[in-house]
T-cell receptor, first 112, second 114 residues
Framework: NAGVTQTPKFQVLKTGQSMTLQCAQDMNHEYMSWYRQDPGMGLRLIHYSVGAGITDQGEVPNGYNVSRSTTEDFPLRLLSAAPSQTSVYFC???????????FGPGTRLTVT | GENVEQHPSTLSVQEGDSAVIKCTYSDSASNYFPWYKQELGKRPQLIIDIRSNVGEKKDQRIAVTLNKTAKHFSLHITETQPEDSAVYFCAASMGGGSQGNLIFGKGTKLSVKP
């Protein structure tokens, strides 16, 4: 089991560029989520999915899109990158909502 | 929605001492309370969790207590070691539905001095 994987590990973008952060899990988990981590702010939920074809917004969804076409994959799209989106992004999965979440290794994104 | 407050934001202890981190939550419907440890540059990892039908849970040097009436829960680490140095996050969840997402505290940076 690879668990939760994320690519890339590091990324630098210019303001206005778009990109997709990839997330995949091989544990057949129904629930997947994306968090951003900023110094002193903890982990804030961006978007989540309770199963294939179902997504919903978290605490800080503006500027991000997600889709869940398969159980395994949950990509996060930045539509038009802004310096305020400089952060570390973590994907996580769980057998179902409200249970232990398994985190990916993270993607460190810098927007200049 | 749920709000989780975590204190202190930083904690420094001598090796062998105990460390206590406290969290309060706002919604009495929350029923799942995990604690995550994040070492520098690494991903958060679950170290212990508790559900609302239990008042205390222990795992070797780590324990979590829950006071549902006061809506707070605490992480206790005994006989601290340098490898316990990390950032610790508490979280709360209502277990399912639109309120089932984990809401995290802002973290406590624990430093254990040899």
């Amino acid at each position: 089991n690879a668990g939760v994987t994320q690519t890339p590990k590091f990324q630098v973008l210019k303001t206005g560029q778009s990109m997709t952060l990839q997330c995949a899990q091989d544990m057949n988990h129904e629930y997947m989520s994306w968090y951003r981590q900023d110094p002193g702010m903890g982990l804030r939920l961006i978007h989540y999915s309770v199963g294939a074809g179902i997504t919903d917004q978290g605490e800080v969804p503006n500027g991000y899109n997600v889709s869940r076409s398969t159980t395994e994959d949950f990509p996060l799209r930045l539509l038009s990158a802004a310096p305020s989106q400089t952060s570390v992004y973590f994907c996580a999965s769980s057998p179902r909502q409200g249970h232990e979440q398994y985190f990916g290794p993270g993607t460190r994104l810098t927007v200049t | 929605g749920e709000n989780v407050e975590q204190h202190p934001s930083t904690l420094s202890v001598q090796e062998g001492d105990s460390a206590v981190i406290k969290c309060t939550y706002s919604d009495s419907a929350s029923n799942y309370f995990p604690w995550y440890k994040q070492e520098l540059g690494k991903r958060p990892q679950l170290i212990i969790d508790i559900r609302s039908n239990v008042g205390e849970k222990k795992d070797q040097r780590i324990a979590v207590t829950l006071n549902k009436t006061a809506k707070h829960f605490s992480l206790h680490i005994t006989e601290t070691q340098p490898e316990d140095s990390a950032v610790y996050f508490c979280a709360a969840s209502m277990g399912g539905g639109s309120q089932g997402n984990l809401i995290f505290g802002k973290g406590t940076k624990l430093s254990v001095k040899p």
